[in-house]
């Protein structure tokens, strides 16, 4: 059984950073792509950013060069680095698995809350 396991959210003034982490288990083969969605109410999950074992990335538009994201591939843990917080960055982040590159992510985690005051 695939788990997905997310921390550190939290809550941060604007121009501030935060680093969320997410443990995967399982069966790895799920675990080609790691990365992160993520949903604010009302609006449908985007792609913040996504990691190949290979370690090609590719981030959401609404990024701008502001979130990075890692992964440590011995023991399926994937990082997203949060520098330049606005408000707008405000939502519920989702840890994601895919095993294909560019499509519908096939897992995902129960979500951590980043909350950026002005």
């Known amino acids: 059984q695939v788990q997905l396991v997310e921390s550190g959210g939290g809550s941060v003034q604007s121009g501030g950073s935060l680093r969320l982490s997410c443990a995967a288990s399982?069966?790895?083969?799920?675990?080609?792509?790691l990365g992160w969605y993520r949903q604010t109410p009302g609006k449908q999950r985007e792609l913040v950013g996504e990691?190949?074992?290979?370690?090609?990335?590719r981030y959401g538009d609404s990024v701008n060069g502001r979130f990075t994201v890692s992964r440590d591939n011995a023991n399926n843990t994937v990082w997203l680095q949060l520098n330049s917080l606005k408000a707008e960055d405000t939502a519920v982040y989702y840890c994601?698995?895919?095993?294909?590159?560019?499509?519908?992510?096939?897992?995902w985690g129960q979500g951590t809350q980043v909350t950026v005051s002005s």
């Open positions: 990691i190949t074992r290979g370690g090609r990335t």
């Open positions: 994601i698995a895919s095993s294909i590159y560019g499509t519908i992510p096939d897992r």
């Open positions: 399982g069966s790895d083969h799920t675990f080609h792509v």
